[in-house]
């Protein structure tokens, strides 16, 4: 199988070995821009302190539904605290926050009718307690005004709703399995512009490693409150050409009852070849020198066969899961996708998406995720031949990155890693096969 094939002319024909994408990098198209530079005319900012830009900023935590947990700062400590009480919102300053997501993608009805699932005691009892707090009859009753509105209800529609329907509403916010972890920032400290905004590569190693742990965190809650979900599907949409509704840096998790057909067929893959994710993966990506970063527990390189512009991060663990690697795997993973997102820039726009073992999986598959550059769009060719032009290649994308990582390391702005020929690419650098 030809996955990856340089012509003469330069045009890079690749194969995606896990999902069949055709993909051709032509050359000639490769001058346009890719990237979104700093508009020349980008708008001053009205600066707002406390932030209060969109219903993600740290004014309006009542504009999301409640709380299932938040994580604060106590000196060099953190703490989470769990199922807060509306009134005691603006107590604490949230670093990040993670709630349930207002417009649900697989509904919580979608679990009731096809499942007869009801959420638990606990889940019951926060509800009950949540509401009988007046604060958190206000928060529960305006977001539910707030959501019928957006469905295109009428006030008067509204008022005439019974209270029970309305309320049955709320069972999602308390009990649904769509969920974001939102972030503090808005904009940067200090920024002047509303270009300025505040993106993954903005946090420090320390509260991008703490972003992982609440989104893993939430991971592990979800399936042990909800014993029909066999996989979570885990991204961030940065910026609108990613599908962002907000500029606001956040991650949502979507849990699903199956694992869909792409993970599906990776894990027959895996079952025909253990090693399969080594081999087309980073063993592959060393041939071809698209490796450009590695620490002690992830791996990075320039993916071949992408619609769009990616990178692809892999965890070394033995484990599969995100939830059961170590705290120093889980920041060795956070570290190298942290040091991709400062090199990349907030400007571009991009999707993060994770992948691991589903949860009812006896074949392993690694932890890897994927960030895509949302900087083209597929058009009437793709749809008519099925073969995407991605306006960049691996190759140049490798190149981009690692001038931007050694200034990164230089400036110390990024933990120690090895960066482009430093690299060890020893062969088989995941150990998800071993036992
Ligand atoms: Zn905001």
Known sequence: MMYYTIMPDGTVKQL??????????????????????APSAAKPLAVHTPEDYCSFCATRYFETPPEKSRLIRKGDRWEKLDNLPADRYFETAAEFRRTG????????????????????????RWKEEYLANPAGLKHITDIIHYKLKNEGKTDEQIEKM??????????????????????????????????????????TEEEHFWYFKLTIDAIQDIISTNRYVRYISVFQNWLRPAGASFDHLHKQLVALDEWGASIQ????MVREDPNVFNQLGPNFAAHHNLIFAENDHAIAYAGIGHRYPTIEI??????????????????????????????????????????????????????HVLIKWRVNVPAGF??????????????????????????????????????????????????????
């Open 162 to 203: 019974p209270l029970a329907d309305k309320f049955a509403i709320a069972d999602a916010f308390f009990g649904g399995a769509h969920e974001m972890i939102i972030a503090k920032r808005h904009f940067r400290e200090g920024s002047q512009s509303e270009s300025d905004l505040f993106a993954s590569g903005d946090l």
């Open 314 to 367: 892999y965890s070394r663990s033995h484990a599969g899961r995100p939830q059961e690697h170590t705290d120093e795997e889980i920041l060795g993973m956070s570290n190298l996708v942290r040091a991709v997102h400062a090199a990349m820039g907030e400007r571009i726009s991009c999707n993060e998406e994770w992948y691991y073992t589903p949860f009812d999986a006896v074949y392993k598959m690694p932890w």
């Open 101 to 124: 997501n207002m417009f649900e993608i697989v509904t919580l009805d979608y679990w009731r009718k096809n499942y007869a699932f009801k959420p638990g005691s606990a889940r019951q």
């Open 16 to 37: 995606n070995p896990f999902t069949g994408t055709e993909v051709w990098a032509v050359a000639g198209r490769r001058g346009r821009p890719v990237v979104n530079e």
């Open 382 to 435: 793709e749809g008519g031949t099925g073969i995407f032009i991605n306006p960049m290649t691996p190759i140049e994308l490798r190149d981009r990155m690692v001038p931007q990582l050694y200034h990164l390391r230089d400036e110390r702005k990024i933990s120690w890693l090895r960066i482009a020929e430093e690299c060890r690419v020893d062969p088989n650098p995941l150990k998800y096969y071993l036992k």
């Open 265 to 268: 067929n990776q894990i027959n």
